[in-house]
């Protein structure tokens, strides 16, 4: 019965890859929103983009620790890439 617990491990594995890759492409096609809208200064788009770390910071995700911190990683890197283009 090992091979059933690790098989079932693994499709919850997959699963949560699934959630997070969904929710990293909502991530990034939020934030190449508001770094495309010309009608939202620079200061909103800061100010969204602190709120949005602050909603997956891992300190008040702890119930979903390694993946808040995964998003929180993911944001600030796409912030960087976007702000690099």
């Not at 770094?35 to 939202?40: F, H, Q, S, T, Y």
């Not at 997956?56 to 976007?82: C, L, M, S, Y």
């Amino acid at each position: 019965s090992t091979s059933s617990t690790s098989a079932r491990e693994a499709t919850i594995d997959k699963e949560e890859d699934e959630e997070i890759k969904d929710i990293k492409r909502g991530i990034r096609a939020q934030l190449l929103s508001w770094a495309k809208d010309p009608g939202m200064p620079l200061e909103e788009q800061k100010r969204m983009v602190r709120q949005l770390l602050a909603q997956w910071h891992p300190d008040k995700n702890r119930h979903i620790g390694p993946t808040a911190t995964r998003i929180f990683q993911f944001i600030q890197e796409e912030v960087e890439r976007i702000v690099s283009q």
